[in-house]
């Protein structure tokens, strides 16, 4: 029988330490000025035809001499007038735009302004679910299945109170591991973990109870490859110095990267020869939120 010295019952809240990374993904965006800034050319006055403007053509001395003879202070011709003003306004009008040149400028706006493709018919929305991916995890079914038992002892790990020294934290029963000599006891569950995953959140009842108090004794919880059976991540240890006497939470989020794959979760309690530990597990659960 695994030995146990049961303390008064204090309830403690453990956070589950759960390693996991995260990244900041900065978006760079980069623009110019495009055809669409540049102003079209505007259309000025032919500098041959300026320069004619402002030369100045010798007169006919003769047509002089005939004017000033004829004056008898008529008003001036109206003609020659009505010719330096038309000279003048050809000279100032700018040319029309260019049509041609407009409709290319439009045409590039309206292709730079073009809205993002629709959406593709493939990506269906999500419809989100949560769902308990552990079986048997409050051990009630009075055998440890599906739960993969490891120890050096023949019976389960799954006890009822008697002779479980402590009252399960539901039902009738729960798991003792530890408790004796040179203790190795394992528990673990195969766990498929949908790819759409957004949370994996373990949460479980857990109660020490040490003969000792600073010793190797250790509760450790991994990530376990179930292939090779080692340990990919550990997400939690507890040991004789974080005894509680009774029921306490332990719970946390696993990092997402674990989505998509198939693993063992693994629940491990070793001890040594002297002061020894108790570790009883219970109410165990493995919450995922998915896209359905």
Do not use: K
């Not at 989100?128 to 409050?138: I, Q």
């Not at 790990?157 to 009252?167: D, E, G, I």
């Amino acid at each position: 029988m695994r030995p146990l010295r049961p303390g008064p019952g204090i309830h403690v809240l453990l956070a589950l330490m759960l390693a996991g990374c995260g990244g900041q993904i900065g978006l760079a965006g980069s623009g110019g000025t495009g055809d669409d800034d540049t102003a079209p050319p505007s259309g000025g006055a032919d500098d041959d035809a300026v320069g004619d403007d402002d030369s100045v053509v010798p007169g006919d001395d003769d047509a002089a001499d005939d004017d000033a003879a004829d004056d008898d202070g008529q008003p001036p011709d109206d003609d020659a007038a009505d010719d330096d003003t038309h000279s003048a306004s050809d000279d100032d009008t700018a040319p029309p735009p260019d049509d041609d040149a407009a409709d290319d400028d439009t045409h590039s706006a309206s292709d730079d302004d073009t809205g993002p493709p629709p959406p593709d018919d493939d990506s269906a929305p999500c419809t989100p679910r949560t769902e308990e991916f552990l079986v048997n995890g409050n051990f009630d079914s009075g055998a440890a299945w599906p739960w993969e038992e490891t120890s050096p002892l023949p019976e389960s790990m799954v006890f009822s109170h008697p002779p479980l020294p402590v009252t399960p934290d539901s039902g009738g029963y729960a798991a003792w591991l530890g408790g004796y000599s040179n203790a190795d006891d394992t528990l673990a569950q195969p766990v498929a973990i949908p790819a759409s995953a957004t949370r994996i959140h373990l949460i479980a009842r857990l109660s020490i109870v040490t003969d000792g108090g600073f010793g190797p004794d250790l509760l450790a919880i991994d990530v376990v490859d179930p292939g090779t059976g080692m340990v990919v991540q550990a997400l939690g240890a507890f040991g004789e110095s974080d005894a509680t006497f009774g029921w306490a939470t332990i719970e946390g989020d696993l990092p997402l990267i674990w989505a998509g794959t198939d693993f063992l979760l693994s629940f491990r309690a070793t001890t040594n020869a002297a002061l020894l530990t108790s570790f009883f597990l219970d109410s165990v659960s493995l919450r995922i939120d998915y896209c359905d």
